[in-house]
């Protein structure tokens, strides 16, 4: 039976997504080889990269905009790196809301001059910093849209006068954005788009180019974007299956249709939070994001037991990042009502043994 899964990533895809890679991984596209033994260099690849980049740009409402879709290596680490080699002259601004920006800084002080325009460390994270201001002399301004460790949201995004960057590894494709007031996007595969090994990268073209460096090739957003995403061998099945997730996703009607499924999931999830005794949630609930809800147990004496029930009504990973205890449920866009309706009752059912 398959579990009900609540992992922050890698993550759970949509079951028909599984099954199609499955296939493919057999016999794609009924071609006698298997997606993993074939060249990236033909027809039927280049096919799927093509499609996938066009879907990424489709969905987010980016066509025509001047945007390019790459799908790189090094997951959204090395864009810490990497958005930093290509953008970083003198000083750029970033705003530190947890665990994943914090990295994003430490990668971009080898580069260059960071300062942080915003910060809620004074609370372990549990909210998003407002009313910082952004100075316009700066290279860029870096934000994390979604906190996937303190599960903490960005609802809004500062009217930045200079490019805005976005680490949306834990939010991407989940909710209606004005994509267009970012300017550099990107996001790790492995949560809504699909198994690890590739990392998306949306960038406006117009902003690269701009610093005297030298820029290593192979670090360099021109030479894939020249190269079509395939200056060296991209993440074939990787790809493949993110094409698919976009697929999928479109055919239910993009993301304005996954936005109400996952404002629905999380109101049942926070619901069951707020109204239960046994429970506390960490993030302020303003800021509360709709991917990952993060609460604990008020009562220590009933681990074992929420656990076990846990464990006996299939749930799976919703255990809390070391850094903030307790659990957290990670709803992304494949996980069905069910299982959070699945995750709430246990909870009821735990007060009604207590
Ligand atoms: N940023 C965020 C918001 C994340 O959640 C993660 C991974 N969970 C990362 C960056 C790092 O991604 P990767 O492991 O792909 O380098």
Known sequence: MKKHNFSAGPSILPQEVILKSSQAVLDFNDDGLSILEISHRSKAFIDVMENARALVIELLGLEGKGYKALFLQGGASAQFLMVAM????????????????????????????????ASSKDANFNYIPKGYSIPSDYDYFHCTSNNTIFGTQMKSFPNSPIPMVCDMS?????????????DLIYAGAQKNMGPAGATLVVVKEEILGKVSRTIPTILDYKSHIDADSMYNTPPVFPVYTTMLTLEWLKNLGGIKAIEEMNELKAQVMYSEIDLNPLFKGFAVKEDRSLMNATFTLENDKLKETFETMLKEAGISGVNGHRSVGGYRASMYNALPIDSVKALVEVMSELESKA
């Open 86 to 117: 290509n953008l970083l002259e003198k000083k750029a601004g970033y705003l530190n809301t947890g665990a994943w920006s914090n990295k994003a800084i430490k990668e971009a002080k080898n580069i260059g001059d960071i300062y942080e325009v």
């Open 170 to 182: 834990s939010d991407i494709f989940s909710r209606v954005l004005d994509f267009t007031q970012f």
